[in-house]
DNA sequence: TTGCTTGTTGGACGTTCGTACAACAAGTGC
DNA sequence: GCACTTGTTGTACGAACGTCCAACAAGCAA
């Protein structure tokens, strides 16, 4: 005979997908706390407040929760420029430069998701999976940058290489924005991306 | 009584400095080979052909390795775009296109060279004194861009801001190609950075 | 040749890692 | 209530990790 009355369950069951997402969640903060080094199946169990046992159950390896990590936060990152577009009204010009202006304001330009990127990039060159779901985002967020600038009326023979030097451009300036923030700030770094667009954007009509 | 006829020598003996750069350049080897997950003390020792406990002789630990050894490439790097600068002539224009052009030739634009950074960058978070050091060398690199673009004829004030913007320009680039050498070529990267370069060096005359 | 300095070795140590698995219990259908 | 499914636990295991250090030997000075 067994009493359960004042004694709170050893555990409680989750949805297999809510479970998932507490998995990825303690993995990303884990990641910004400790960095990649840091980073083990027992730190993210723990931090997830689980048993170490559960990560195997869900994850074939801590690769995968590392690249289900970083499609989560890309996700986050895809939205939050979503919110800045819609926020921008229907002005195609206006709409461009809310999409660099939301790349360096919280919640993305935060050093926290930074080891997130460093951790999944670090996998790029070895695992070939992960090679190919870095270039599916990649391209991803390319081709919306394109449709951007379609709408601002750039020639179509033109959007591809804008949009690797601007993309590039962002990326570039938010690594060093996360990497040494005092090097410059986040508005700062707007304004230069701001600044670079419009010379890019008149410099081919 | 030994006999030592017949046998090689145990070790041999080397000079601190020597010691230290054949450390430095088999963590460059087994950080590009392995990745940041497979860069033990014992693999590096292996591969360098010494006893892992010569890394600690030489190196508190593996981060001032790795400390060491983004230094030691930086370095590297360096020289390839002074030799660029120096290839290119006294005309400012043409050493300023060799900058970018530079940067996306072997040997800097590498994959290999990417595991390094990567590895440095991952560090940068959490060790203070690594974080200086990153501030250094980006400062550093930025000076001598602003002073590219001063031989240019660009006026000062607009120093700062073009230099971070070029430099955000390239990095972005070099970071893409390295990740996904088939998303655009070396060549095409040049092409855009040298494009935006135009764009960006005339606009604000 | 002899003695000294010190770069170098190689194994021992305690820790932490990822993984596997038997036991347990929460929730569900009957 | 009862049996069944399966999410979850906790531990045990071997491997690999960083670090330490006594012993060894290469090279130099005398």
């Given at each position: 005979?067994?009493?359960?009355?004042?004694?709170?369950?050893?555990?409680?069951?989750?949805?297999?997908?809510?479970?998932r997402a507490s998995l990825?969640?303690?993995?990303?903060?884990?990641?910004?706390?400790?960095?990649?080094a840091g980073s083990s199946?027992?730190?993210?169990?723990?931090?997830?407040?689980?048993?170490?046992?559960?990560?195997?159950?869900?994850?074939?390896?801590?690769?995968?929760?590392?690249?289900?990590?970083?499609?989560?936060?890309?996700?986050?990152?895809?939205?939050?420029?979503?919110?800045?577009?819609?926020?921008?009204?229907?002005?195609?010009?206006?709409?461009?430069?809310?999409?660099?202006?939301?790349?360096?304001?919280?919640?993305?330009?935060?050093?926290?998701?930074?080891?997130?990127?460093?951790?999944?990039?670090?996998?790029?060159?070895?695992?070939?999976?992960?090679?190919?779901?870095?270039?599916?985002?990649?391209?991803?967020?390319?081709?919306?940058?394109?449709?951007?600038?379609?709408?601002?009326?750039?020639?179509?023979?033109?959007?591809?290489?804008?949009?690797?030097?601007?993309?590039?451009?962002?990326?570039?300036?938010?690594?060093?924005?996360?990497?040494?923030?005092?090097?410059?700030?986040?508005?700062?770094?707007?304004?230069?991306?701001?600044?670079?667009?419009?010379?890019?954007?008149?410099?081919?009509?």
């Amino acid at each position: 005979m067994t009493l359960q009355v004042s004694s709170k369950p050893a555990f409680t069951r989750a949805e297999p997908d809510a479970r998932r997402a507490s998995l990825v969640e303690a993995c990303a903060r884990v990641l910004a706390r400790e960095g990649v080094a840091g980073s083990s199946v027992r730190a993210i169990a723990l931090e997830a407040g689980v048993s170490p046992g559960l990560v195997g159950h869900y994850f074939p390896g801590i690769d995968a929760l590392v690249a289900e990590t970083y499609a989560h936060i890309e996700a986050q990152v895809s939205a939050a420029i979503d919110a800045a577009l819609e926020a921008a009204g229907s002005d195609p010009r206006a709409r461009l430069e809310a999409f660099v202006t939301a790349s360096f304001a919280p919640p993305i330009a935060s050093g926290e998701l930074l080891a997130t990127w460093i951790a999944f990039w670090s996998l790029v060159r070895s695992r070939s999976e992960i090679a190919r779901q870095h270039d599916e985002q990649y391209a991803q967020f390319r081709a919306r940058l394109e449709g951007l600038l379609a709408e601002c009326g750039m020639p179509a023979p033109q959007l591809r290489r804008a949009a690797i030097a601007i993309t590039a451009l962002v990326d570039g300036l938010w690594l060093e924005l996360c990497l040494s923030p005092q090097a410059f700030s986040p508005a700062e770094a707007g304004a230069i991306a701001r600044q670079a667009l419009a010379a890019l954007t008149s410099s081919g009509r």
